[in-house]
């Protein structure tokens, strides 16, 4: 039998040497690094440098007690039970995309307006042939995205 991995979105960060502290606020929540003191200071750059050249130590749910090891440049994945393991770049590559990431030419499904809505005279004849389709929410139109334009640029 073969078997698909179900669409899920995941929370994840890409461990480099900059961005230690984040990764270990993104883990053990947002007040996990506090470098009030000049010894906390000493400290956290010694941890860093262990980090950089021996890894990100975790505990996963597949490691039966002992520890994974995060490598520089490998994706730590927030589970979906809350767990945190760490993922090669090259299989996160293959295996995830960003979610909420919309491109041109691509085709969403939009909430219709009243305007929208009364110009079919709520015909539902009429709304699917427009492409409209029902849901739990009202009726949904798909539209097809325009191309993105960086701030300012012209549209000619």
């Not at 698909?4 to 994840?12: D, F, L």
């Not at 597949?62 to 490998?74: K, L, W």
């Not at 730590?76 to 809350?82: D, T």
Request: aromatic share 10%; net charge negative.
């Amino acid at each position: 039998m073969k078997f698909r991995k179900k669409p899920v979105v995941i929370e994840a960060v890409q461990l480099k040497p900059n961005n230690i502290a984040d990764v270990y606020r993104f883990i053990y929540g947002p007040d996990s690094v506090n470098l009030t003191c000049r010894m906390a200071e000493d400290y956290w750059d010694n941890y860093c440098d262990s980090v950089v050249k021996e890894g990100l130590r975790l505990k996963t749910l597949e490691s039966d007690g002992e520890t994974q090891v995060a490598s520089i440049n490998d994706w730590i994945i927030k589970g979906v039970k809350g767990e945190f393991y760490p993922c090669k770049p090259d299989v996160f590559e293959v295996t995830y995309e960003p979610a909420n990431q919309l491109t041109e030419g691509q085709v969403v499904y939009v909430p219709v307006s009243v305007e929208d809505e009364l110009s079919v005279n709520h015909s539902a004849y009429k709304a699917i042939k427009n492409g409209w389709f029902s849901s739990p929410h009202g009726w949904l139109k798909p539209i097809t995205l325009p191309e993105q334009r960086e701030a300012g640029e012209d549209k000619t």
